[in-house]
């Protein structure tokens, strides 16, 4: 069991070489044998040294005393085995009703909000196994989801790993038995208000009727199409920012112009990736949203401003050429860290770091690739920008100025920019002003210094005395990516 789980994280690049990796602990079978074998696997002397496990629980308040419980169980179990545990409890009934969901989809939601927000950028392991595989591609083919959702669970989806996708749920509980670990028994497994439990203890047996090996044959078919959605994932991923003109943490911004030059399959594809990013990793489209937005890109920038109001809050507004969607979250229900207003972080180069109070993760690396020196020792910059991967997110710099490490942090009062090709320095504040960033999206912009000086705004301005030049001999990539 533990080589079969290590050789399947290796299989697939799951663990970073070194860091902290958050791992989602509910108490039951599944997540506690995760959490045994994480614990045997990581940390120094063990097969994967440089990864440092965090427990993460989420008391959902459904079960009353018996939520209680499990959040003491697994507090208990993170302090006998010697790792830092964070333990959060909310009103999951409340937020479905504030939220408009579901009492499933609401929990689903929190519980992926809390566990970003313990991350800050790092990997989240959670305990999926094979029988949620089957159990959530059947899901998906009730709901119609389409081609993304068919694959089902993958083992990396963006920041969340699901080692134990290579096992069953009779092995984790045969490992728990073999380890003499305890899991606890959650009621709400049996409860037949909740689609997935319906699936498992009503629809799966009666398809084992009639195909004995149903479960298999949907594995199988999983497999084939994981394939056909990874390649789409690479063709978003290689148009992403060609299209997506800003992206903040409520609000991404599309231009209709360079979405509708692409085919249709990748313009629904793009779209979803934005609601999802906006709605906790999951986009609540359905094909008939995807129409009217299309409906209404067609009638083109000559009609007057409209704003279509979408399901989970998601309001997608039209005007001239800019498509804008937008959520109103509602934090007042949902657990968060608090950051002192003046929190910054230090960022080596190389090396990565979440942005304090955003939902931001920023990176600096040193530029080896001999043809790029080579070229920017000619001042060859059509060659340079051919050869390098730019656009709002993903910047260049001359590290000269930098040295070895960069602070970054968000605005404050009286920060100023030098911005490219400008002799004099600029509020930044007049630069957020001009380049008509939304007012409630000011505070959330990751600022890169060098010592005391501001060199990039992401997504927005680079400063001038870190352009690249002739003279460059070192050249830093600076980047920032949405943690979730």
Known sequence: MLETIATYIEQHQLLPEQGSLIVAVSGGADSLCLLHVLHRLCGPGKRFPGVCLH???????????????????????????????????????????????????AARTARYRFLRQVAQGQPIAVAHQQDDQVETLILHWLRGGGIDSTPGLQPRQHDIIRPLLVVTRADTLAYCRQQQLVPQEDASNVDMRFLRNRIRHELLPTLETLNPGIRETLLRSAEVLRVDAEWIEQQVDQHWFQVVTAQYEQTITLSTTRLCALPLSLQRHIIRRATAQLNAGQSPLELRHHQIIEELIQQGPQ????????????DALLTGETLVFTRAHERKHVPHIVYHQHAEAMLRIPGQIAVPGTAWLASAAVVEDMQVQKALRNADWETVWRLLQHNNYVVYIDGGLPGDKLVVRTRRPGDRLQPLGMVHEKKVQDILVDRHVPRNERDQIPLFFAHTHCIWLAGIQIAEPVRLTRNTRRLVRLAVHPIS
């Open 55 to 105: 427990v993460a629980h989420l008391n959902h308040q459904l079960r009353g005393a018996d939520s209680e419980h499990d959040a003491q169980e697994v507090a208990r179990i993170a302090s006998v085995w010697g790792l830092p545990a964070t333990i959060e409890r909310i009103d999951v009934i409340a937020l479905a009703q504030q939220e408009k969901r579901s009492l499933e989809d």
């Open 303 to 314: 009609s007057s401003q409209r704003t279509l109001h979408m399901p989970q809050q998601i």
